[in-house]
Structure formats: structure tokens, C-alpha cells
């Protein structure tokens, strides 16, 4: 297991929660199909549940992956697939879907992630 995907004290993968709006703007592009496709990847290490406005409606779907505290704008259920596999299973954020007003430097963000990883 890489870094990512393991607590480093006690070998369990790390618990995150991945909440999906479901507020007025975000439901005109399909979040209800959005928030079922990342549903399909809930388990004990992963929470996914419909949240109220995320208050980023110009940019919907919104998703965001705590406690990582990474914002994905204008998800398609299509991406739900890539973001647990690269995002949540290996770490790696998906560059394309990040949201710009919170993570306007990639490798900024990827410093941050490393950095509370090895804090735990």
C-alpha cells in the first residue's frame, strides 16, 4: 500500500467522505446521477452522502473529498469511476476536475496532501 492508502500507525486505509450538492444549480447538470455514481464506491473507508449548497453553483456538479479538502468542479457520473481509483485509492487528485478558485497550483496541493499524510 502506498502512502496514500494506508494510515501509517496501523496499516488501515484512511476514512474519507465525499459529499456531493445536490442544491438547484447542481441538479440541473445531473448531480442526483453524480452522487448514485459515486455511491457505487461507498464502503467502511468511504463515506458518500448528498450535501446541501457547496456554494460554488457556477461551477456544478461540485464534489468535495474531506478531509483531504480537495474540490472537484463540473463532475460527470463518468468521472466518479477515475476520481476513487486515482484520487482516493492512489493519492493522486485529478488535475482536470480540480476546482481553480481552491487549487490553482497542482503541485502545491500534492505538497499539502504529502504533508498531513506524514503528519499522521
Known sequence: MDKFSAHPSTNQPPR?????CQYRSCQRFDSEAVLKAFKQHASPELMV??????????????????????WYCRVRPKDADEICEQHINQGKP????????????????MQRLESQTEEV
Open 16 to 20: 474519507r467522505f465525499i459529499q456531493v
Open 49 to 70: 452522502a448528498a450535501s446541501s449548497c457547496l456554494g460554488q453553483c457556477g461551477s456544478g456538479p461540485t464534489v468535495r473529498v474531506v478531509p483531504d479538502n480537495v
Open 94 to 109: 485529478i488535475k482536470r476536475l480540480l476546482h481553480p478558485r481552491f487549487h490553482p497550483d497542482y503541485n502545491r496541493l
